[in-house]
């Protein structure tokens, strides 16, 4: 029963659950094993999530960590990033804040220094469209854009937008779902109906579904892209313990010698 609620709850309730119904929740996935590397939560198994098709064991019931986040707090956490955010004055932009993320981050950085922006979410300090910023070039040291342009309407506005608003030398995290399987983007703007999205594009507010060429498509807006598969450094054990699964992570700069 429990299982049943569970698995059909939209993840904005349960972010609006988090606070009072979650410690429930973990009760009853109570155990050792997996573990999450963001709260530090350990349970029987994760909490089974998805939208079209319900992975098993991805969500943490403590936190809301997907797989994606966990994989990208180890890299954070082992590269340094981590350290390095937390020792400097790092100014960073993070739109449509995962909460898992966010409260760690929150944690780190002074308040005046980490910016949270959304169109929508009340969570988010700023309210604001990533395809028109409302801050000065080069405010910002760092930042991390997650699952947001596949539904932007002007993608590589959003991209152009972003990289103005970091200093040269900033970097950034700009994950997004990537089809592996195709080699270009698939996109078509006359396609708006809620289900036929959810058909071609993978959910009903997607505005395309990225191919290999994702990473291209930040180097044309002024980026320079790494592309790291992350999983594959990790160990059989650690895939198991943290519940991760294959995704690139899409590591961004902007030239040190860009123009400000
Ligand atoms: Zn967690």
Redo the contacts with the bound molecule.
Sequence with gaps: MIKFILNRVPRGMLQRMAGWAMPLVGLFYAGRGVQ?P??G?RFRKFMSYGYVEVRRNAL?P????LERHRLLWLWLEREGKLAEMATGSTKFLHIAPEV?LSKKFAALLPPDNYITADLESPLAKVKMDVQVIPFADSTFDVVFCNHVLEHVDDDRRAMRELHRVIRPGGWGVMLSPVDEARATTFEDDTITDPSERTRLFGQYDHRRVYGMDYARRLQETGWKVEEIDYLATLTPVEHKKYALRHEILYIVKKDRHAER
């Design positions: 999450c963001l709260c939560g943490c403590r936190c809301l960590s898992c």
